[in-house]
């Protein structure tokens, strides 16, 4: 009994300190997740979730149906797993809305979900000034339907999409990426959309992160309850993709990534390009290069310092 208490107030005490900083000093921020898709997502919103310059109004689930291993509620296992996060980091504060189970079925009709009304809720309280970010991890679903139900939230949003591979050298999208496929429409409404405010963090750059399974275990394993699960996620996927590694030594962290690159913007370099032919023509912001290095540092720190205030 005596070792639940100081764990309930250790983890208190760690909210308490994510949640001190200055209101009008830290980023809004919406995370939508495919969650049950892969590892990194995990990884990913637990950073996201104890970095202290974000506040963070919510994760929004996300669908990923085109998968070969995808159930007929792909968004359902995702919301399990962000419940699962929350629960074991003692963060039920944070809003978990449920988002749509299947793409946008135009250009012009939007999936509406718990997601895209939420995301629609939280960005009328921004402004051009000062938009919510929203950080796509996995389908565009949620975001594009959030526009397209309100063109009027537009100048409040400032869209973080993690996926599509780019070649900055000749200024080629290929936008057959496993994200991008799982909604193409939705990509389409993110490219279409004139005046939204679009950073693209390309697979082509995201795949410089990568983490070792040594590294992980011994950051991880045994050190919390959340570090358990998130040792546990990286032991059971199924990386049904690839024949090579198949001990699973490394992984790609595309979606550590993105949330690195906002916590510290000089880590990772972007440029202005002109959207792809197809589209509206319009200048997008693109990731081209990563310092790997300085974000997986700054991981291990933050997950090591709630490992020793968690124990």
Known sequence: MHRITLSLISIFL?????????EETRIPIIIDADTAN????????????????FDLRGITSAQWHTSPIASDS??????????????????????LPLGANMPIESGSKPAISPAS??????AKQQSPDNPLRLVILGSCTNVASAILQDPTIIPNIQVHYLGIWHDAATNHYNKKEFNSGNDTLAVEVLFNTPDLDLIIMSAT?????VFEKKTVDAHLKGKSELGDYLVARW???????TEEDKEKKRWIMWDVAIIESLINPAWSSKSEFLTPPENTPRLVQVHTKLDAKAMEVDF?????????IAD
Request: proline fraction near 4%; glycine fraction near 0%.
């Open 235 to 241: 032991d059971s996927f199924d990386r049904f993709w």
């Open 117 to 122: 009304n939420f995301i629609i809720e939280q």
């Open 14 to 22: 760690l909210t308490f300190f994510i949640s001190c900083k200055p």
């Open 38 to 53: 892969e590892v990194d997502d995990l990884y990913a919103l637990v950073r996201a979730i104890l970095e202290p310059s």
């Open 205 to 209: 750059a995201s795949q410089a992160l």
């Open 74 to 95: 792909t968004v359902r296992e995702s919301q399990v797993l962000n419940e699962d996060i929350i629960r074991l980091m003692n963060r039920q504060d944070i809003p």
């Open 300 to 308: 291990w720190k933050s997950l090591d310092m709630y490992s020793q």
